[in-house]
């Protein structure tokens, strides 16, 4: 599984994305794939997605529709991209049901990311899109402070004291960035990874 690591607190938030994932061919054998898994939803929101490759087109799907939309606001993008992206995963699942019997490697889920200028005192948001209940439906919840796939507890730990402290979002960023570079070394992270964060001023991509 590709490593996906996001934090916020009241100054931002950043996202971390592993650009690797996995494919069946026709034989059955896996193909690497290079994806880039963070993209900008609308001026102030970004989608992370997390799991089968096929996730990166319901993502960009969903991009197509929110721009129709003219939507903003993280409160009213998750909502409308919660049941998108819920019908586009019952969609792609009830096809690949015809073709192979479901397999981790079909799994997708998402994390949303955004502010809004509803509530001053929380402006950006983290939620988590996955399939909660069972397949292939998905459901929302709110990430507090930090959270990753694979799970990193420890660093979840550390990120989330941090993000409670009210420190600058350049310190959640560096933080982040010294965890992959961590992961890298001990072998966990094999791909590119892509990363991003979330201002008042706007989406900002932090890639060279």
């Known amino acids: 599984m590709s ?8 100054n931002g938030i950043v996202l971390a994305a592993e650009n690797r994932g996995v494919q069946l061919d026709p034989e059955g054998h896996e193909i ?12 102030h929101g970004a989608l992370v997605v997390a799991g089968a490759a096929e996730g990166v087109e319901m993502g960009m799907a969903l991009n197509r529709f929110l721009q129709g939309e003219g939507l903003h606001d993280i409160l009213d993008l998750y909502g409308a991209s919660l049941a998108f992206l819920s019908t586009e995963y019952e969609r792609f699942m009830r096809k690949k049901c015809e073709l192979l019997p479901i397999d981790p490697i079909h ?23 996955w399939t909660k209940k069972k397949l292939p439906q998905l459901d929302g919840d709110e990430i507090s402070h930090a959270f990753s796939l694979p799970r990193r507890m420890g660093l979840e730990f550390q990120l989330n004291k941090m993000a409670k402290e009210g420190v600058p979002l350049e310190r959640l960023i560096e933080k982040t960035r010294e965890a992959v ?3 890298r070394t001990q072998g966990e992270i094999l791909g590119t990874v892509s990363f991003a964060a979330i201002r008042h001023e706007g989406y900002q991509s932090l890639n060279p």
């Open 3 to 10: 490593q996906i690591i996001v934090a916020k607190n009241r």
């Open 32 to 43: 690497s794939l290079h994806l880039e898994r963070i993209f900008p939803l609308a001026s």
């Open 107 to 129: 799994h997708v889920s998402f994390v949303l990311a955004g502010r809004t200028t509803k509530e001053a005192d929380e402006p950006f948001r983290l939620y988590y899109l």
């Open 181 to 183: 570079d961590r992961l």
